[in-house]
């Protein structure tokens, strides 16, 4: 089945940087991959849906000028956080639909901005 | 969209005893129905999941039933043990999109 690699694991930075998160699919071609973030001791929230060759969607109340989305190749979507703030500091975790099989997740990225 | 509500919050149980996660969903699209397993800093893990067209599904301690006309589905899992502390999150699928539901946080005390 489909392996997914997601970078880095952990960042810190100071307020103001610009993050690139990147999701990788090993064995499988991924049109589709979805983004998450999951805030402590809460549940996981759809962000945006990363389109290959296209623009991503994005959920109600995410702004598409902060977490930027590039699907350029059918192998790799990144998630930018730009000009991050300690409001932004979370777990983000991507995954990669299959078909009718169940989806596969990366291992998830925690930012925590000073 | 999806509304997935999911019960109890946090669930604690003696070691031995069995526990019930209930999840309840609006989207009559739903059509797989998954269960993950979520340890502190980890990404979710699978461990259990039915499509619409069955009732029930079993593997070892654990279980899954589905009532797709009241549309909800609950997890079952039998002589817990302290490693099965975790949160556990239901997450209905329609199409390709999962919706999580809030979290169940299990205790199980040795």
């Known amino acids: 089945g489909a392996v997914v690699s997601q970078h880095p694991s952990w960042v810190i930075c100071k307020s103001g940087t610009s993050v690139k998160i990147e999701c990788r699919s090993l064995d499988f071609q991924a049109t589709t991959m979805f983004w998450y973030r999951q805030f402590p001791k809460q549940s996981l929230m759809l962000m945006a849906t990363?389109?290959?060759?296209?623009?991503?969607?994005?959920e109600q109340g995410v702004e598409k000028d902060k977490f930027l989305i590039n699907h350029a190749s059918l192998t790799l979507s990144t998630l930018t956080v730009t000009s991050a703030h300690p409001e932004d500091s979370s777990f983000y975790i991507c995954s990669v639909p299959q078909g009718n099989q169940p989806q596969h997740f990366g291992d998830g990225t925690r930012l925590s901005i000073l | 969209g999806e509304n997935v509500e999911q019960h109890p919050s946090t669930l604690s149980v003696q070691e031995g005893d069995s526990a019930v996660i209930k999840c309840t969903y609006s989207d009559s699209a739903s059509n797989y129905f998954p269960w993950y397993k979520q340890e502190l800093g980890k990404r979710p893990q699978l461990i259990i999941d039915i499509r619409s067209n069955v009732g029930e599904k079993k593997d070892q301690r654990i279980a899954v039933t589905l009532n797709k006309t009241a549309k909800h589905f609950s997890l079952h899992i039998t002589e817990t043990q302290p490693e099965d502390s975790a949160v556990y999150f239901c997450?209905?699928?329609?199409?390709?999109?999962?919706?999580f539901g809030g979290g169940t946080r299990l205790m199980v005390k040795p």
């Open positions: 990363s389109n290959e060759g296209s623009k991503a969607t994005y």
């Open positions: 997450a209905p699928q329609a199409g390709n999109m999962l919706t």
